[in-house]
């Protein structure tokens, strides 16, 4: 089990996937999805981490949430949000084949704002959608736009109106969600925020987790497994 394997092998493993090598050998492949050696490189210190990375942690966190007592979580891909934004519900209707959102607990949408990740949880058990931003940037409208896509998905698979009022939009407060202090680490602070928020633990850490978050991330995909 990883838990045995000492730390000083796992940064070995670490060192070994920064170091030298062909920029398109894969390095780890599930969920259909592949990550190279240059998406790994992205997790070295104070580089923006690429879809990929983002999409291959996002699944990570879906698969270790099958498990007993843990919340029931769909996550989007990085993909999904310009998608809708470009061509509407129609454009992502086919999104949620075979998955029922309304029967999940959490629903992760990672956002990409040109040079910045943020992310928005759809909260079904409690109705609420936020937006974590770790600039501390305000997601109202995506927020908005958010919301107006469950209520078509609503009608489209389950022929029920969602009723508006019952909802809670609300974007972060800087003060309320720990925030980035340089211009690179949005990417981690966003899927450490899901990683957080899908085990309902209270978002804990600071700017200076992000070198550490890093190495771990890069065992984790290499692994399939979160530690």
């Known amino acids: 089990s990883?838990?045995?394997?000492?730390?000083q092998a796992m940064e070995r493993e670490v060192i070994a996937a920064f170091g030298k090598g062909e920029p398109d050998e894969?390095?780890?492949s599930a969920f259909k999805l592949k990550v190279t050696r240059e998406d790994i490189q992205t997790l070295r210190n104070l580089r923006w981490l690429n879809d990929e990375v983002i999409n291959f942690y996002m699944s990570l966190l879906v698969e270790r949430n099958k498990k007993e007592?843990?919340?029931?979580?769909?996550a989007f891909?990085?993909?999904f949000y310009p998608k809708l934004i470009s061509g509407g519900y129609k454009a992502v209707r086919r999104w949620t084949r075979g998955v029922d959102l309304?029967?999940?607990d959490l629903i992760l949408v990672p956002?990409?704002?040109r040079v910045h990740w943020a992310l928005v949880v759809i909260d079904v058990r409690r109705k609420t959608i936020k937006y974590f931003d770790s600039m501390g940037q305000k997601g109202d409208k995506?927020?908005?736009t958010l919301l107006q896509y469950l209520q078509e998905e609503s009608r489209?698979?389950?022929?029920?109106?969602?009723t508006f009022s019952e909802w809670t939009l609300h974007s972060m407060e800087s003060h309320e969600i720990p925030q980035q202090l340089n211009g690179s680490d949005c990417g981690v602070f966003m899927c450490k925020y899901a990683d957080y928020i899908s085990r309902d633990k209270p978002i804990t850490f600071t700017q200076n987790h992000m070198p550490y978050f890093r190495r771990k991330m890069v065992w984790e995909i290499i692994h399939q497994q979160l530690l």
């Open 2 to 7: 990883p838990f045995n394997c000492s730390f």
């Open 102 to 104: 309304f029967k999940q």
């Open 142 to 144: 995506i927020c908005e």
């Open 69 to 74: 007592g843990y919340p029931a979580v769909h």
């Open 156 to 162: 489209e698979k389950r022929n029920l109106e969602l």
């Open 111 to 113: 956002i990409h704002l």
């Open 26 to 28: 894969i390095m780890s």
């Open 77 to 79: 891909s990085t993909f």
